[in-house]
């Protein structure tokens, strides 16, 4: 990880400050208890096709040779073409959650926005929402599809998924979620124990196809380099932002906004993950 460039610039607030956006839920009696405190720390990449694999990938579209020997001659400086599934890009969510309440507050749902070269013409915004198990309930149906209530508040200052309409379908996958501490990638909820601390992380992948029609703008930039056998290098501004729901049994749902963070994640030369 170390290896990686990631390059994370400041936005309307600091990446390591408390995110105050929440709705409030009030439980019996009118009481109310005091959200959860989010810390989102950044996005990391963990998973990325190598330089040579995109050269792989994209020479055979964009570079012109004769008789339609494109394909003869990209095989021969990188290798086979690789298909779609094999050029997954993961990414990871840190996030450090305080509760400061007398009871456990496990977390219900997670939305998360991701829009690539948010300063381009050919920007790329990619949402999902997953609803989380109840602790202990891992099994059949854990991680399906979130109820068409999962990523929906009330307030109008936090962000739910009918802000991001516009999105483009199956760019953004989700992973599943783990504590920080090397756990298993899994749909059930963390529980944040009664005045306690917990670091989680969030996985998201990047629909294959959809992602590689955006970055192959930047390809045909690098058509040269295809033509003289060189590997060509990708560099993608991001923009995250979104919501975490939190279960607070008879007090109700507790939703905390976090982000929009932005920064630059430039694609190794191998792959992060071992295929």
Not at 228 to 240: Q, Y
Not at 256 to 267: A, F, I, S
């Amino acid at each position: 990880m170390g290896a990686l460039a990631l390059l994370v610039t400041a936005t309307a607030a600091s990446s390591c400050a408390m995110l105050n956006n929440l709705q409030l839920p009030q439980g019996p009696g009118g009481l109310n208890i005091t959200p959860p405190r989010i810390s989102f720390s950044g996005a990391t990449l963990v998973q990325s096709p190598s330089e040579q694999l995109l050269a792989a990938y994209y020479c055979p579209e964009l570079v012109s040779a004769p008789f339609g020997t494109a394909g003869v001659l990209c095989q021969g400086f990188f290798g086979r073409r690789p298909s779609p599934a094999e050029m997954n890009v993961a990414f990871d969510l840190s996030f450090h959650i305080s509760n400061p309440n007398q009871i456990p507050i496990p977390l219900a749902s997670v939305l998360t926005a991701a829009t690539v070269f948010p300063a381009a013409t050919n920007q790329s915004l990619g949402a999902s929402c997953f609803q989380l198990c109840a602790p202990g309930s891992a099994g059949a149906g854990c991680g399906g599809p979130a109820a068409a209530s999962a990523c929906q508040a009330s307030s109008s200052d936090v962000r739910s998924l009918n802000d991001f309409a516009g999105a483009a379908v199956n760019l953004l996958i989700a992973g599943g979620i783990a504590a920080a501490t090397g756990q298993p990638f899994t749909f059930e909820a963390p529980k944040v124990s009664a005045a306690a601390e917990l670091d989680v992380v969030v996985r998201f992948s990047f629909g294959p196809e959809p992602l590689l029609a955006t970055l192959r703008q930047l390809a045909m930039q690098s058509v040269s380099e295809l033509k003289a056998g060189r590997s060509i290098s990708f560099r993608i501004p991001f923009r995250i932002e979104g919501t975490v729901w939190f279960d607070a049994g008879s007090f109700g749902r507790i939703a905390v906004g976090y982000g929009p963070l932005e920064g630059v994640w430039v694609l190794p030369t191998a792959g992060l993950i071992p295929r």
